[in-house]
């Protein structure tokens, strides 16, 4: 036996018994409002964020705030008079020059400001972070409060893939100095829906 081998196995015969989980209460929940709560925080940390009532209030809003757009790809189909659909099936090579990108987002965590987005809304994984400008769109009442709610909503489901994303991509690493847009999207801007369309 190698010492390598002697090593590893003794790590194996000396591992601590095995202890249940702890049971955690929830956090208080320190604001009332979870939209108002949500909107503070993504505006805090660069996005924008509007509560409208269809997709055509949100397809308008889009016209005047990047009315100078290049190429505009969505995996929503109720964009497809605005916006290039785009399907899992597509060659994701072709994503190499979108302006902006639409997608939903499961729900939203007014904590974070952050949306969480699965593989089965992306279509494609690489779509929200190689566009200029990212435009994500939750339900009013798919806000939760905290990401404890968040990861007991999650919790269980299996997906190949899923993220949160909370704001422009940004850093401060170098001289502390903030950079948005350094490794994905330039702005990301976030509509409510107090009604599904």
Known sequence: MSSREKILSAIKNNQPALTPMPHIEYFT??????VEKYKMVLQSIGGT???VNNIAAIIEALKIQFK??????TVVNAFAEYA????Q?????KLDNVDIAIINAHFGV???GAVWVTEAILQERVLPFICQHLVAVINKQDIVATLQEAYDKI???SYGFG???AGPSKTADIEQSLVLGAHGPKTMTIFILNTVD
């Open 110 to 112: 007014a904590e974070n």
């Open 89 to 93: 099936n597509d060659d994701p090579h």
């Open 29 to 34: 929940q320190p604001f009332t409002n979870v």
């Open 49 to 51: 964020v509007q509560e």
């Open 155 to 157: 919790a269980g489901t």
């Open 163 to 165: 993220t949160f994303i």
């Open 84 to 87: 290039e659909i785009y399907t």
């Open 68 to 73: 100078d757009a290049g190429r505009i790809i």
